[in-house]
């Protein structure tokens, strides 16, 4: 995984070499760069979205698209879905859909066909190693069309919670110069330290985890996440009693900036995940990833693919605030977190870079 995340470092240095001291719409790159990550670790193929703003990236662009018909949609699938039985709406468009299927089935039969031979250590791999083994899980069959629906569910749930993480930590490294300057502090010691970027470096940069931490709380991925009740369940405490097939709405936000789980709600304040504190978080009132076993299946890879393009940044460039830069940010949040004016940000070349 490393390795394939390495050529998406160079596509963003390449970026950002071109663009220094100028006005860059942040989210923008940061699409970009988780768009060519998951592409490139789940299919094996590179997206280059940098230079190539039709491919996935429009393909990306198209499925979570942010227009009030869009909206609509949303809504209808979570609230009323009688009306899209009715209209027969899309969730996604069509086109969207189609050249993500194009591109995944090539990439999975010329790997298949290969015998083994190709090997990526990606989705694919472990796709065609289950449909050898003729595993079955709870019914479900290694058809095209579930095949091809696990990759574009990959595709589009990955991409954008990643972006929208990468860009809004950026943006607090760039209006919080101290904690940026800590960070750029602790990846120089792991890396001196462990001499190279390898994943267990990573890991032991346990400020980096409290800064993504933090900016998946203030800025959650997604505004809500959704079940269904199973059994009827009688609310501890109270006189409520959900009954089974309730639809329930979890809302991240009302959690994330509820005061008496997190005080001081609007400060981005890593120090809430540090090892003291982040003991004293309850359970399930962080909920980033979800929990249980409908939680994020990406968790793992989207973490780190936020992580790298960090440190990339932070080991090259210094990050700062320009003159469109808002602080705090406006957000809209459905159908997904957004910042309303983009992430406008500045990136200058670090003197010593290391
Ligand atoms: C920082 C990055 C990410 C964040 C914050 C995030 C967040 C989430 C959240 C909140 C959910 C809903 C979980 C629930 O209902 O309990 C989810 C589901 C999901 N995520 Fe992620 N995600 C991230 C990255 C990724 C990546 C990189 C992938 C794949 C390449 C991915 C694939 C998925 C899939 C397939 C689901 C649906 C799981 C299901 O319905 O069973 N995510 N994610």
């Given at each position: ?96 859909v ?22 990526n ?20 069959t ?45 990846i ?24 993504v ?74 909920l980033?990833?979800g ?10 890879l989207g ?52």
């Amino acid at each position: 995984m490393m390795t394939n995340i390495e050529e998406c470092d160079r596509n963003l240095h390449n970026y950002l070499e071109d663009n220094l001291g100028t006005n860059v719409e942040t989210k923008e790159m940061s699409a970009r760069y988780t768009t060519d990550a998951i592409v490139k670790c789940c299919f094996g193929i590179s997206a280059n979205s940098f230079i190539n703003e039709d491919g996935f990236r429009l393909a990306g662009k198209k499925m979570l698209g942010q227009s009030f018909g869009r909206s609509l949609i949303v809504f209808c699938y979570y609230y009323a879905t009688w009306i899209i039985k009715l209209f027969k709406f899309k969730f996604i468009e069509s086109s969207a859909v189609d050249f993500v299927r194009d591109a995944f089935e090539n990439a999975y039969f010329q790997r298949e066909a290969s015998n083994g031979k190709v090997k990526n250590n990606d989705l694919i791999d472990i796709l065609i190693d289950f449909k050898k083994q003729n595993l079955e899980f709870n019914g479900f069959t290694f058809s095209r069309e579930n095949l091809v629906a696990q990759a574009v569910t990959f595709f589009s749930s990955g991409f954008e919670a990643a972006a929208s993480t990468l860009a809004f930590t950026l943006h607090e490294l760039g209006v919080n110069e101290d904690i940026q300057e800590k960070l750029r502090n602790e990846i120089k010691t792991v890396v001196v330290t462990h001499g190279e970027l390898t994943f267990n470096a990573i890991h032991q940069m346990k400020y980096l985890q409290m800064c993504v931490n933090e900016t998946m709380r203030k800025y959650p991925g997604t505004s809500f996440i959704h079940r269904e009740c199973i059994e009827n369940y009688k609310v501890p405490g109270h006189e409520l009693t959900i009954e089974k097939g309730t639809p329930i709405i979890i809302g991240l936000y009302g959690l994330h900036y509820n005061m008496k789980y997190f005080p001081n709600p609007e400060k981005y304040d890593p120090e809430r995940f540090n090892a003291n504190n982040i003991h004293k978080i309850i359970n399930c009132t962080f909920l980033p990833f979800g929990d249980g076993p409908r939680s994020c299946v990406g968790q793992t890879l989207g973490l780190l693919i936020v992580k790298k393009a960090i440190i990339h940044i932070l080991r090259n460039y210094i990050i700062e605030k320009n003159a469109f830069t808002t602080e705090p940010i406006v957000l809209t949040p459905f159908p997904i977190i957004q910042s309303k004016g983009g992430v406008p940000l500045t990136f200058r070349r670090l003197e010593s870079a290391f």
